[in-house]
């Protein structure tokens, strides 16, 4: 089982994985609505958890960053599977859910 202070190390991959969803969000034509307001919540969520990162050694604070960008995640997925949307976001969407799942269960 991973430490928390270890999330540190391993976050900067899965908010690569969160900006290129985001990314794609903005660049993509077809993206409908409440996908791209939800890819935008995780993105911003992503943000505040790399400062609380960065400002905080507290283990429960960093599980809630884990565990509220895990939540916000699965409203990606489900966003996406509600409507058509474009392969290539879809696909970053999944890969960001991933690496904030495989994370969160590396460290519970």
Same mark, same amino acid.
């Given at each position: 089982?991973? %430490?928390? +202070?270890?999330? #540190?190390?391993?976050?900067?991959?899965? #908010?690569?994985? *969160? $900006?290129?969803?985001? %990314?794609?969000?903005? *660049?993509?034509?077809?993206?409908?609505?409440?996908?791209?307001?939800?890819?935008?919540?995780?993105?911003?969520?992503?943000?505040?958890?790399?400062?609380?990162?960065?400002?905080?050694?507290?283990?429960? !604070? *960093?599980? %809630? @960053?884990? $565990? !509220?960008?895990?939540?916000?995640?699965? !409203?990606?997925?489900?966003? @996406?599977? +509600?409507?058509?949307?474009? $392969?290539?976001?879809?696909?970053?969407?999944?890969?960001?859910?991933?690496? *904030?799942?495989?994370?969160?269960?590396?460290?519970?």
């Amino acid at each position: 089982m991973m %430490q928390a +202070s270890q999330v #540190k190390e391993y976050f900067p991959s899965v #908010k690569r994985r *969160i $900006d290129e969803a985001a %990314q794609l969000c903005q *660049i993509t034509a077809e993206v409908p609505d409440n996908v791209r307001d939800r890819v935008g919540e995780l993105d911003r969520e992503a943000n505040e958890a790399v400062r609380v990162f960065e400002q905080e050694a507290n283990d429960n !604070r *960093i599980r %809630q @960053c884990l $565990d !509220r960008l895990d939540k916000l995640g699965d !409203r990606v997925v489900h966003a @996406c599977a +509600s409507v058509k949307v474009d $392969d290539q976001v879809e696909n970053a969407v999944r890969q960001a859910h991933d690496a *904030i799942s495989n994370l969160k269960h590396r460290l519970h």
